[in-house]
């Protein structure tokens, strides 16, 4: 089963655009070059924080792909197989290691409060297979949680553990999170983030218009 909505990014083979209407957000645009971080760590002083952190730089040793196929999986803890996945699903893996399952909680906020999440996709009602594989909903559900914060072109107001969204263009929006290495070119902190070819820790944070910036997630 595929999912179709209004906007999506369009790439230059029909079975690619195809493939691409599994879940909103999480395009696939040119993958920009790989930029290797300095392996000096900052310190962090949250034991949570350093787990989520951990939990992010973790993926990019397993997950090589990405396929925003509409998968039936399992509910609560679900996920596809940690091989593949999108944007949102190293945001969601990361932050299970502290506890928080964004499966459960958005599909939860979503039953309660259906009307106040983006109605892009035509639903009638919330899914626990895709709800939280949906950049937006992950964008309004971490606003609803008073986690939103100011949006600057700065890049020292961007701290370790930060969830940060962007918008690639043509209707898609993209989400990672701020990792604890800098980058040896820029001094900014990498991202960790899967735009089309696995997790991967990139020297990206202001290479697209910040549409969002969240934190103290998991954290009351």
Known sequence: MMVNYKGLF?????????ILMGVAGCAQPKIPPFVSATPIETQVASPK?????????EQT??????????????????????????????????????GVDLQQDVHED?????????????LSGPDPNIDRRRVPNLMKYFERQGKAIAITKRKEDYLPGDVVTWNLGDGQEHIGIVSHYKSAQTGQFSVVHNIGAGTR??????????IGHYRGIGET
Not at 78 to 96: K, L, N, Q, Y
Not at 114 to 120: H, L, S
Not at 201 to 209: A, C, G, I, S, Y
């Open 61 to 98: 040793k397993y997950t090589r792909s990405y396929d925003p196929a509409y998968v039936a999986i399992a509910y609560p803890g679900g996920d596809v197989p940690r091989e593949s996945g999108v944007c949102t699903d190293v945001v969601i893996r990361a932050f299970r290691a502290i």
């Open 110 to 122: 979503m039953k309660r409060n259906f009307a106040a999440y983006p109605q892009y996709w035509g």
């Open 201 to 210: 820790l990139e020297d990206v944070l202001l290479n697209w218009p910040i």
């Open 49 to 57: 924080l350093k787990q989520v952190l951990q939990a992010a730089m």
């Open 10 to 18: 369009i790439g230059k083979l029909l079975l690619s655009s195809s």
